[in-house]
């Protein structure tokens, strides 16, 4: 009988410990290989650096943080069913990013569609925490008969567990820096719908008393580093809007960005940019067709909705120099860690509605 070989503590230590090393080779390699497979469906984290407007070179960008693949509520369908008519959509409005206009095409498409559309702004909201705040949305939603549009400056606040169905939540943006001069200007010039609505004298009158100063250029704001162009609540506008009335979303910090990128991904189903507003509206009508069938032809065609766009240009814009983008634009850099991050979404919502 053949004699078999012991094995000893130095044999089967050897034994283990290639056994180990082998396994960490293979799911380091697989690790890899996953990560490989999903980087184009990836979002590219800003660095601490200079931002650029084209998002091919933004892309280009890389840092530590956020990433995963990103998964959509709703599919793009153009025909709705059953259950989209028994939602009711909520654009969270932003100041100066195209909220009316979008606003008007719901108007206009309350007849052809059945369309029960409320406009629910209440600038005391701004004041409010997040439970009053969520008794607001409760009563309004409450009110509205599905299919509906609630259009409203509130910040995000998600309805009460007792409501019968959670909304569908829609917002749109615009690049940051773009944003605050628009603002600036409309401040002192309003608008094609306030010069129409509010005398020239009285308009004066009102901004006399606030002190604001209607010869100044937005570039002579920043130089003199007026609080109304460089201060502290200048920061943050999208990130709050997103964040909503959580105690982190009072200030412009990180932790308020990665609040307001986690409910943009969990609970919006669509969030837009002004600089491709013709696809937004191409995008809403797909992905909720129940409401916005047809939208894309009111948007080009409809006079009411062009008499709004044409009413909600700000008056005596003016470009900005050189100088003034580059202190703004590292002034705003967490609202453009946002803008870039709601630019690759609909990036993304675009190729899957084949856009």
Known sequence: MPKVPRCNATYVATVSLWLVMAYIAWDFGYSVGRRSATRTWE??????????????????????????????????????????????????????????????????QQHPLSLSVKSALNYSLETKDEVNARIYMNRILNAMTPPGFVYTNARFVLPSASY????????????????????????????????????????????????????ESFDECVKAEKPECTGERTKGALIRQFCGYHSECKTASPAALIRAKSNIKSHFMLVGILEEMDDFVKVLERLTPATFKGA????????????????????????????????????????????????????????ECGL
């Open 43 to 108: 979002y590219p984290r800003q660095d601490s650096g200079s931002y650029e407007t084209d998002f091919d070179v933004a892309r280009s960008h890389s840092g530590n943080g956020t990433r995963g693949v990103e998964r959509f509520p709703r599919p793009c369908r153009l025909d709705e069913g059953v259950e989209d008519k028994r939602h009711i959509a909520v654009f969270h409005s932003v100041t100066k990013c195209a909220g009316r206009t979008i606003l008007s095409i719901a108007f206009a």
């Open 164 to 215: 019968f169905k959670q909304p569908i939540l829609v917002s749109m943006i615009r690049d940051p820096l773009q944003r605050l001069v628009s603002t600036f200007y409309h401040t002192r010039f309003g608008d094609g719908l306030k010069a129409r609505t509010v005398g020239e004298m009285a308009w004066r009158f009102e901004l006399e008393a606030k002190h604001v100063n209607i010869s």
């Open 296 to 351: 894309f032809e009111k948007f080009e065609n409809d006079a009411r909705v062009q008499a709004v766009i044409a009413d909600s240009k700000t008056v005596g814009l003016q470009s900005i120099s050189d100088y003034t983008a580059k202190i703004l634009r590292k002034h705003l850099a967490l609202d453009y860690e946002l803008y870039y991050y709601v630019q690759w979404r609909f990036m993304r919502q675009k190729q």
